[in-house]
């Protein structure tokens, strides 16, 4: 019965996964935010936290610019969580579309 939950979590999660990396990306960028927004206005995870370090870091800003770049902020982190449903599918062939290589000779150069 464990494994059979396993599998059917698995086969879920890669539907998930599959459904998310088919949709137009504007509408993926879309579900990134909702998902900082929920995080950070709706169920506050870490709100007071990532605040009092934004008070740390930019002691200048009002407390609405450090509120506003703190959902921003949290809205990156969801398009990254996003992105990565997109793992299990990306071919070879694929990684010059999703990925940017900079400073890649730096690296060659530090390998030698």
Known sequence: MNYLIKRFCAWSAKLLSYIIFKLPIGLQLFLGD????????VFRIRRSLILSNLLLAFPEM???QR????RKS???MGRTFIEYFYFPFIK??????????DGYEKLRKWEQ
């Open 92 to 101: 070879k062939s694929d990684v010059d579309r999703y990925f940017l290589w």
């Open 67 to 70: 509120i506003q770049l703190g």
């Open 74 to 76: 949290l809205c990156n």
């Open 34 to 41: 909702v998902l900082g927004v929920l995080w950070f206005d």
């Open 62 to 64: 009002s407390e609405s």
